[in-house]
């Protein structure tokens, strides 16, 4: 009798879909945003207004592929790699370009950071005993940041300027306190992997 062999390979999304597309547009985004930001000497209204649209784009690319990725089916290997990559390049760039520009308190920058990527690292630690999901802090923590950065890229003063260094400070507390969450919660997955694995063993 003769026997098939299936290939899952058929199952699994390809590289070229629309919210992989998106990811790679955000990666493309990073350079361009960069050198929009410190055109004119870094403080030049126009251009910053210029790089607040990228940044926007980039920021709004980003909370589609995901979830359309997950509404088509579409949750691909190359994604779950990319798009993380992708978010923390946007993220990242922006603060630091800010903060060597002299607009952003290099503290900020690296407390948003350090937590950034110590959570990432964290998640590759314990993704043997599970998927620590986002929460529903960590996505507003990921919304606060997006619109408190997005506002310092624009030049702006007066009570704008004030609002956006109290929203900055909203963030620093949601990008701890969600850090901390993560941390516990990696704790107590990993502790109920190793307990799974010794009552297997013995």
Do not use: C
């Amino acid at each position: 009798m003769d026997v098939e062999v299936l290939d899952d390979s058929e199952d699994r999304p390809g590289l070229w879909n629309i919210p992989n597309m998106l990811t790679m547009l955000r990666l493309l985004i990073v350079p361009v945003f960069a050198a929009l930001l410190l055109a004119g000497g870094g403080h030049d209204p126009k251009w910053r207004s210029v790089a607040w649209a990228s940044f926007a784009i980039a920021m709004i690319t980003d909370l589609f592929d995901g979830e359309l990725a997950r509404r088509m089916g579409l949750v691909s290997d190359f994604g779950k790699i990319a798009d993380p990559i992708a978010d923390k390049a946007i993220m990242g760039t922006a603060l630091v370009a800010l903060s060597a520009l002299g607009d952003l308190p290099w503290w900020v920058t690296i407390v948003i950071l350090f937590r950034e990527i110590g959570i990432t690292l964290m998640r590759f630690w314990v993704i043997r005993h599970g998927v620590i999901p986002a929460s529903r802090g960590g996505k507003l923590k990921t919304l606060t940041q997006g619109i408190a950065v997005g506002m310092y890229v624009l030049v702006l003063t007066g009570p704008l300027a004030s609002a956006r260094a109290w929203l900055m400070g909203l963030a620093v507390i949601l990008t701890v306190a969600t850090g901390v969450d993560y941390v516990r919660q990696a704790v107590v997955l990993r502790r109920a992997g190793l307990a799974r694995e010794r009552a297997a063993a013995s």
